[in-house]
């Protein structure tokens, strides 16, 4: 199987879904999971499905066509709830209010709201699997579940994770599916475990080591285990292919060793100005490793028992060049060009290091460029090696990558890392000039920032139209210009001395600025920013 993260703002036509379910079958998948979170028409939860959002009608088309495929719905009853959380009817579902992403589980209302989804979807699905998440919750006994925790003897967190989870599960048994959970929280509260019904089939997601180890606690006690390896697009200004293959290889060895039930290859977070189209020769790569690992092939990465920040220093210290055989191989089967362009932007990119380099949390470029609504971000916090050598590098694989890309697509992920650095590049050109005390030349550095984000608006449109990308990324790029607009006329306004003082550059580049607040109150007091 592999998982098609819909949830962080993908937009599934008809058409579309068809192509990913050709190609799932034509890669050797047996499924193919659809991370849904609040990208679902749920009959019962009407006020949740924007626009784009997969509809059961889709679903049940596919189902007829694809009667080889399952069609594995996932879907999350308490963390990764926030798609409900934040739009209108959904407050009253939270754990704390306007914060965070978890329901709250001793909430009669949401519990009542889960149990009509997991209906919602063993109606609406074929599949013998029901996915209902359970990954990723901080919020565990916080909130109003602060008191019944308390109460509690013993690992308090663990009876109120198995109190809601367990029931749940034991829904999609009485309707005769099997239910499927993440594992990462029964780490942490393994207690929570003794309360699942034993046909719960555990989802264990080790992204930077081999699930080997990890999964013992579930073998041990019985639990059917599915191993959950990533390709690494979350974590990448495009994707890290050599960390992607050891980790699909590891993954699908150790399930072959061990006879588990399967591999589930993960894939998130194509939002953030990401592709989807571009990755799936990965797809069908690693569709490869797991048919290679079934017939006995392969070298068997060696195995570690390491803390995660031990885990991800394994990774990044693989040697790039020349490992990522397979993925490489799936990009060829289509043409040398396409090869060229993965190899620059998959494997030689990383090596120019900072947030090119790889790492295990989401890109720094993405989420301080667009996520964060201040651009400006990124030059405060990663002009060192934007500017620097690592910068110079990366400009010129982009433009090498743009050359070799084969269609708009692939242009605009190497245009993406491109208009990055140069974005950056033309900010510290305009602080230069401020400190100088030259702000019409500032402001004349700023203004070709205008057209970076108009060009990347177009790379938006144009994702969303080819590979059903995010419509947020095209609002995200909208939002990033008007702001450099309005950086520029806060230039124009105060940066000739107006105020009887000069408000520093990083200043002047936040949103919170507020003229004659020389001391900066809103930065400098912890609780003005809560």
Request: charged share 20%.
């Amino acid at each position: 199987m592999w998982l098609y993260d819909i949830a962080r703002e993908q937009c599934p036509t008809p058409t579309y879904m068809r192509h990913l379910c050709k190609l799932s079958l034509d890669s050797g998948y047996n499924a193919l999971g659809l991370y849904l979170e609040h990208r679902f028409a749920y009959p019962s939860v009407p006020w949740v499905a924007g626009l784009g959002s997969l509809t059961p009608e889709l679903v049940t088309s596919l189902q007829k066509e694809f009667k080889e495929l399952q069609i594995v719905p996932f879907i999350n009853l308490l963390g990764h709830f926030e798609g409900f959380l934040y739009a209108s009817g959904g407050e009253q579902y939270a754990c704390e209010r306007f914060a965070g992403m978890s329901g709250d589980p001793i909430n009669p209302k949401f519990v009542s709201l889960c149990e009509s989804i997991v209906d919602d979807a063993i109606s609406i699905f074929n599949s013998e699997l029901i996915h209902i998440g359970g990954d990723e919750t901080a919020q565990l006994g916080k909130g109003a579940s602060q008191a019944f925790v308390e109460t509690q003897p013993g690992d308090g967190k663990a009876v109120l994770y198995g109190q809601h989870f367990a029931p749940l599960a034991q829904r999609v048994v009485d309707a005769g599916r099997t239910p499927g959970v993440w594992g990462d929280m029964y780490f942490e509260h393994p207690d929570a475990l003794d309360m699942m019904p034993k046909e719960t089939v555990i989802f264990d997601w080790q992204y930077f080591k081999s699930p080997e180890h990890t999964s013992e606690l579930f073998r041990e006690k019985g639990f059917r285990t599915v191993f959950c390896p990533a390709v690494h697009t979350y974590n990448a200004s495009w994707c890290h292919l050599p960390q992607t293959e050891r980790n699909v290889t590891e993954h699908a060895e150790a399930a072959e060793r061990l006879g588990v039930e399967g591999v589930c290859v993960t894939t998130w977070e194509l939002g953030l100005m990401g592709n989807y189209n571009t990755i799936l020769p990965v797809i069908e790569g690693c569709g490869t490793i797991l048919t290679s690992a079934e017939s006995g092939v392969g070298q068997g990465a060696p195995l570690v028992n390491a803390s995660r920040d031990e885990d991800i220093e394994i990774y990044q210290s693989l040697p790039t060049q020349e490992s990522a055989p397979n993925l490489l191989r799936a990009y060829l089967k289509h043409s040398e060009t396409q090869e060229e362009w993965a190899r620059l932007m998959g494997v030689e990119l990383q090596e120019c290091g900072g947030w090119f380099g790889f790492g295990g949390i989401r890109s720094g470029i993405k989420c301080r460029l667009l996520l964060y609504s201040n651009p400006f971000l990124l030059w405060l916090r990663d002009r060192g090696s934007l500017v620097g050598e690592g910068g110079d590098r990366a400009l010129e694989l982009a433009e090498r990558a743009t050359a070799f890309a084969l269609d708009s697509d692939q242009r605009g992920v190497s245009q993406f890392v491109k208009k990055s650095v140069e974005f950056v590049r033309q900010v510290d050109k305009a602080a230069q000039a401020y400190a100088d005390k030259k702000p019409g030349e500032a402001m004349n550095h700023l203004a070709p920032c205008r057209q970076i984000f108009e060009d990347l608006e177009k790379i938006a449109v144009a994702s969303n139209i080819n590979s059903c990308g995010s419509l947020a990324d095209i609002h995200r790029c909208q939002k990033a210009r008007r702001y450099i607009e309005e950086v520029i006329m806060k230039i124009k306004q105060y940066g000739g001395g107006s105020l009887g003082y000069l408000p520093s550059f990083e200043t002047l580049l936040h949103p919170k600025f507020v003229p004659h607040d020389q001391a900066n109150w809103w930065l400098i007091n912890k609780w003005a920013n809560e």
